[in-house]
Structure formats: structure tokens, C-alpha cells
């Protein structure tokens, strides 16, 4: 290693680190909660309090099992973002191992630092469904106050 020699590319290859794979990891987490808590709060409210009335039991006798699923969904969309994630940071594992003596170019390691980020923010994304999931197993459906 004189320092002639070209740079490593950070990429493996055959594990190309796929752009939009990396960017519906990233996004999947906000948006699959989003989606679940304002699906999960459309049908609740609807099933309990159809044209501003409010009822004793739910409209449909499954509304709880579909606010379930919603939440298992949502879980199963975020652990998808979570997986993908992971597999772009050990994709990037070349990019991060590389020892560096000098200032790493432009763009080195925005790879591994999105793929983290990814990681925390779906983990915390996984927290905030299980919580409300755990919300719609204790608070009764249709309570009348």
C-alpha cells in the first residue's frame, strides 16, 4: 500500500446496498404507526359512537380483534423495516472496517449511519404500537362515562 492504489469500493460485491430498500427502512416505522393510530382511532370512535351517540358496546362484536390485528400488522410492517435495516448494515460492514489514516471522502459511512438510525427509529416505532396495544387491552372499548 503506497497509496497509489484506487479505493476500495464500500460495497461487496453481489450485497449492493439498495437506495429505496434503505429509505422504506427508514420510513416504514412513522408511517406504519401513523397508519395504525389513525386507523385504530377511526374505528374505535366510529364503533362507539356512531352519529355523535354513544353506545355501550361496540357496533361489530370483533371491533377489538381488528384493532389487534391492525396493531399486529403494523408490528409485522415496522419489524420488516427493522430487518431491512439490519441487512444493509452489515452490507456496509466493508465501509465501516476500512481503517482510515486520513478524513473519510464525502459520503463514506452514510450508509451504516442511516441503516442505524433506521434501527433506533423502528425499534422505538416497535415500543410505541406494543404500548398501544397494550392501551386497547386495558381500557374497555366502549365506556361511557
Known amino acids: 500500500m503506497n497509496g497509489t492504489e484506487p479505493r476500495k469500493s464500500a460495497h461487496q460485491p453481489g450485497r449492493r446496498i439498495l437506495p429505496w430498500l434503505l429509505a422504506f427502512a427508514l420510513a416504514i416505522g412513522p408511517v406504519a404507526w401513523l397508519a395504525h393510530l389513525s386507523a385504530s382511532y377511526a374505528i374505535a370512535a366510529y364503533g362507539c359512537y356512531p352519529y355523535r351517540t354513544p353506545l355501550h358496546s361496540p357496533l361489530w362484536t370483533h371491533m377489538r380483534a381488528d384493532l389487534i390485528e391492525i396493531a399486529l400488522i403494523a408490528l409485522l410492517l415496522t419489524s420488516v423495516g427493522i430487518i431491512c435495516a439490519h441487512n444493509a448494515w452489515h452490507a456496509a460492514a466493508p465501509e465501516r472496517a476500512a481503517p482510515t489514516p486520513k478524513l473519510p471522502e464525502s459520503g463514506e459511512g452514510r450508509t451504516s449511519f442511516l441503516a442505524i438510525c ?18 386497547l387491552a386495558l381500557v374497555p372499548a366502549c365506556a361511557i362515562g
Open 118 to 135: 433506521a434501527i433506533a427509529s423502528g425499534s422505538l416505532f416497535v415500543i410505541a404500537i406494543i404500548f398501544n396495544a397494550i392501551a
